[in-house]
């Protein structure tokens, strides 16, 4: 994740690192808690000037269905966070299981 953590800087999109730490953390706890998959492989990619997408590929077909989740709740929450700081998000089905990304972009100063 720090290797990520730097590219998004480099990228010029220092703003972002955070919130990008806490999708690619929330997606990757998601594919091993609920796919029991041995490998998982997370890509961040810089989609346009201000705009990143994360992607977590794992061998499990099942589609994330996010969750209500109350506030006594002590798990559940990660699909709600990662819609929280993400433009949208989203899972495509893949041949060998499937894709969960999430897109973000650089909100404009006011």
Known sequence: MTRDHGRVATWGLVELTDEVALVVSELVANAVQH????????RVTRLAPGSVRVAVVDKSHCLPVPRT???EDGSGRGLTLVEAVTTRWGAD??????????DLELRPRA
């Open 93 to 102: 089905p893949l041949p060998w299981g499937k894709r969960v990304w999430a």
């Open 35 to 42: 796919t029991r998959c041995h490998a998982i492989r997370v």
């Open 69 to 71: 989740s109350g506030a």
